[in-house]
């Protein structure tokens, strides 16, 4: 037991030695960006301020979290929107007098926005909130991180160049400012060397070797042209990590003027920073989930990291979050258990005792040729794909979808790099709403059919089939998908007023419509009362719209559909309804008045006395409304005639009653005598008073005896009926396909 928990241990600290290597660069990194708009000088403050981030959090992570084992790094992206900030207020006068007189304001403003936002990762965690931050659009995720990418690349260049700042980088380019060749050469050598040092995959950080290659250089060339002006270097960090507490000074920075006069810029930096941490950071857990085949709880990790940036803010630190490629390194090393946090933080402690040195001789453009690959390696890779996706061509729609999704992303790109991460924000957010309204609003109609096209389950005679086929159009069947809600109702009453004038009847099927607005009832309100007054029709086949959604509709003011009969429990009655009311106005008559036989398409080529014939052998027999004509049990009939009325076919499953089949006067119905023995699927109900002749199978029999030749008339002529009605149902079962 003692040797297996030695190993442990020794694993353990294996991995936390690894990941404490893999994590310098970055914290260098990190720190060459923080303060970056303060000047040079600044460096070693940034720098010491990733090394509490990291120690910090590592801490934090190791008391309260609960997964396995999940590393956590500062943040350059996260540092990058304090360097925003930063650059904003510090031209302030009174921040620049607090500057002079105490060194700390754009250490107070840095930590001030950090705290907002562990506070905000925080209050998400504990309010079990925390999957909200993942309903952050994508494509405003991809342009923040793009443009804190290009951002701290266009803040680099000048150190690369060895220039003063940002605003000396256009006249270094038309040559009003000199460059520092030496310092350019550098850079590029130590950004060649990270990008090698990648593609050999080895266990040395690439990165680690970009600075140790450049420094080498930088320090021979410093012996082989001494007089020569290389460049400058960090200089000398403090030993350790410098943990002052800053809650007295945040206090007294919040509760001056200064705060209040910049306030919104702050909280919104905050905030901004709380959901591009949390995002990252539940991203980064998933990974780990693959590791150790274990879920994890997305709100106790917003909670970690929240407490890891207060904890970071309250003593000058940098922004944490989440690492998966750290997490990684460490569980190849060997670390399995949350001790490897503590042994982490140790572990930084140590390095940052014995690097201090060391990291003061690392030239500033060689930090520069590294912060900028490791930059540009962290553009978003979605961002590479839609790139690459432009030139595949494809289906319009596709393309469509490429183009929107990547000028969202150019967008708030440009904002986050010329404008400032608010605006960013307001506008990504504002591009991502239209651009759902709008594809809400393209696919909000699925399908549209005609009754050419789709009948009902209703069976008819010949003559009102061949009356459908042609005048089927002035019936439209328009299939509505998604929420039905102010962005989406526009396109379906222009498409029901415009498009679809030349139809009659509109059948607007809701079966899918996932919910609705008072907007899209209102929509619906207004269609119907245009629709009566041109004299048109609009039905309502609303089947799932049950209980309390279905009176919604009546309480928002659609009340005449309801009380005019026109809401049906499925598409098939509203569409079998739709069919009875064009057959009325075209006068095909089908079941207002009893029929003889000589309308029934099985008595074709059948003379009088033949029709009379099979009367006689027939059985009158009559039905009330809402009367089971067939049961599912009882023995099988024979050949049924309906000479008035009509019937429904009922399948009942579950509590719920489906007609898969509807019959009107001039129908033939029949059993199978072979299935005698099995129980019906269906039962027939009268759903209209009704009367049926009924040949029995004694009767049949005996026809088929005595007349065979009206016998073979009669089954020819079934024959054909049969035949149609496998057209009919073809069309049936690709209804229920798409239902």
Known sequence: MKSARLRSITRDATGALAGALTVVPIILSCGAVLYESMGAAWVTAGISAAFVAAVVAAIVTALLGKTPLHMNSPKTTHAAILLGLIASVATDPSFASANASGGVAPILIACTALLVSGIVQTILGASRLGLLVKFVPYPVLAGFINGFAIQIILNQLPRALDIDGPEELLRALNGTVLINWWALGFALVSGAFVVLAKKRSGPVPAALIGLFAGTAIQMLCLRLVPDEDLGATIGALPPGIPLILRMTDILNFVSSADFYNHAAVILATGITIALVSSIQSLLSISSTEQLFGARHNSNRELVVQGVSNIASALFGGAPSGGSPNITRIVHASGGRTGVTNLMYACALLALSYGLSQVVGHIPLSVMAGVVIVTSAEAMDKWTHQLLRAVGYGGHSSTRRETFVNLAMVFVVTVLVVFASVLVALGVGFAAALIAFIYRSNAQMIRRIQHATQLRSRTRRSRASVEALGQHGRRIAIVELDGPLFFGSAERVERVVSDELSGSDWVLLNLKRISHF???????????????????????????????????????????????ELRVFDSTDAALSQAEDELLDKLAVQECDQEIDLAAFPVTQEMNDDERALLLSLATRRSFAAGEIVIGREGPRGGLLLLTRGRLSALWEKDEKTLRTASYRAGMALGEIPSMQERQRLVKLVADTPAVLLELSQDALAHLRTTMPGLDAKLMRNLSIEIGYRLCDLLETIRDLEGD
């Open 517 to 563: 607005d008072s907007s899209g009832v209102l929509m619906l309100k207004r269609l119907d009362e245009l629709l009566v007054r041109s004299g048109r029709r609009l039905l309502f086949a609303p089947r799932h719209f049950e209980g309390r959604r279905r009176k919604s509709l009546a309480e928002w003011g659609l009340t005449k559909p309801e009380a």
